[in-house]
């Protein structure tokens, strides 16, 4: 009896890899292929790395972005208090980072008088609408940082939002390691929270519309895509779909978590996007 549940584990246990890592994921990423951060599933985002890789893209440049709403400080919000914060938020995520920018914008508002005639109140006298901090700079060599973190102050509701987009050229083996531990890093317990990771790569092959869109859905059908949609134009297709291995999800009526998106590229070749749970931006 003990070896028939010893044997019904072991079946378990392998179905379950099957159904994670089954077909394309199974075979291990050959070393200094471009799935970055030492190229196992378990990475964060191995899956965006393996659609470069079966689309036989390289990969150029990994963006990402989060956004998080914080639990203000019961004190009044001030551009001191959040230069603070931002240089707190900074230090965690490299103690040696140095930025290359730093600006402060303060903007005050108030409501003027129901009585047109009445003297307007002092600017300096009322609680400022919005503060931005905003800090940028190189965060490691060939990788960027830009920083915002805003704070709102409305009918005595305070809010703090933190934006922080960064970037890396090349391969973006270092980015891909840090969104997997972001959150962590920067020791914050968000109201909500978003974060999108992109990549975007080079085909050498320059594919028509009807190519373009039978790639991307091929690379998304052996993601474990499901509700595979696309859009087309002349000379760039976007496609999207949900895949249970990939967390999030977005879309009003269909789950979406993932997109691929192809353009043809004015200087030869082809270029090649793929995000979690979108794209972010242009292309």
């Not at 001191?80 to 290359?100: S, Y």
């Not at 090349?170 to 909500?192: N, Q, S, T």
């Not at 002349?234 to 979406?256: A, C, H, I, N, Q």
Request: aromatic share 8%; charged share 25%; hydrophobic share 45%.
């Amino acid at each position: 009896m003990r070896r028939f549940i010893f044997l019904a584990l072991i079946s378990l246990i392998i179905m379950g890899a099957v159904f994670l890592f089954g077909g394309e994921f199974a075979a291990p990423v050959p070393g200094g292929s471009a799935a970055g951060g030492g190229g196992g599933a378990g990475e964060p985002y191995f899956l965006l790395y393996r659609a470069m890789e079966l689309a036989g893209a390289r990969v150029t440049r990994g963006d990402l972005h989060y956004w998080a709403e914080l639990a203000p400080e019961r004190e009044a919000l001030t551009a001191p208090r959040l230069e603070a914060q931002a240089d707190g938020l900074l230090w965690r995520l490299a103690p040696r980072f140095v930025p290359a920018a730093a600006s402060t914008r303060v903007e005050r508002g108030f409501c003027p008088p129901a009585d047109g005639d009445a003297p307007l109140p002092d600017p300096a006298a009322v609680l400022p609408a919005y503060i931005l901090v905003e800090r940028a700079g190189e965060l490691y060599p060939g990788g960027h940082l830009r920083l915002l973190l805003q704070g709102l102050e409305a009918k005595e509701e305070r809010a703090v939002h933190l934006f922080l987009t960064l970037r890396e050229e090349g391969e973006a083996r270092r980015l891909g390691e840090l969104a997997r531990r972001l959150p962590a890093v920067l020791e914050l317990a968000p109201r909500h929270s978003n974060l999108t990771f992109a990549l975007t790569g080079r085909l050498p092959s320059t594919l028509d519309s009807d190519a373009m869109e039978a790639l991307a859905r091929e690379v998304a059908g052996k993601l474990g895509a499901r509700q595979i949609e696309s859009v087309r134009e002349e000379f760039m297709v976007s496609v999207t779909g949900y895949t249970p291995l990939l967390k999030g999800k977005r879309g009003d009526t269909l789950p979406v978590n993932l997109n691929l998106a192809l353009r043809r590229d004015d200087s030869g070749g082809t270029i090649f996007w793929v995000g979690t749970p979108l794209i972010p931006g242009m292309y």
